[in-house]
């Protein structure tokens, strides 16, 4: 028996069809992939942004990693860079597709890491 798990698109495909008809919706779980394709930086691009706008906060942070860093920040200092990323950022063809498949009742609820509301633009751009 094979300990394969990868399946191609079709399989998900006729997964999300079968539990549809079964009156099954999924969750989706999601993570930065999408927010980095919209244009929302990476952990350690927002550590480099750091570096470069509040060199001192990030000269005092013990460990150079997104957290220490965004540590080091004030709140306002904090609030300010992730709103002008997100401000900036775009929502993609995957915030599209994922907004579709709750239109159509194949995804009920999404779970994330993420922090910023790229999805839910697609959501209220489908209506």
């Given amino acids: 028996m094979s300990n394969d798990f990868r399946r191609q698109i079709e399989d998900i495909v006729e997964a999300l069809k079968g539990a549809k008809q079964r009156g099954h919706a999924c969750s989706l779980l999601v993570g930065a992939g999408c927010s980095v394709e919209g244009g929302i930086p990476t952990a350690a691009n ?42 900036a950022a775009l929502i993609n063809w995957a915030h599209i597709g994922i907004a579709l498949l709750m239109q159509y009742g194949y995804v009920d609820r999404i779970l994330t890491t993420n922090f910023d509301p790229l999805i839910i633009r697609a959501c209220a751009l489908l209506g």
């Fill in 46 to 87: 927002f550590t480099d942004l750091i570096r470069t706008r509040h060199p001192r906060a990030y000269d005092r942070a013990s460990e150079k990693t997104y957290s220490a860093c965004m540590a080091q920040l004030s709140p306002s200092e904090r609030h300010a860079l992730i709103a002008e990323q997100v401000d």
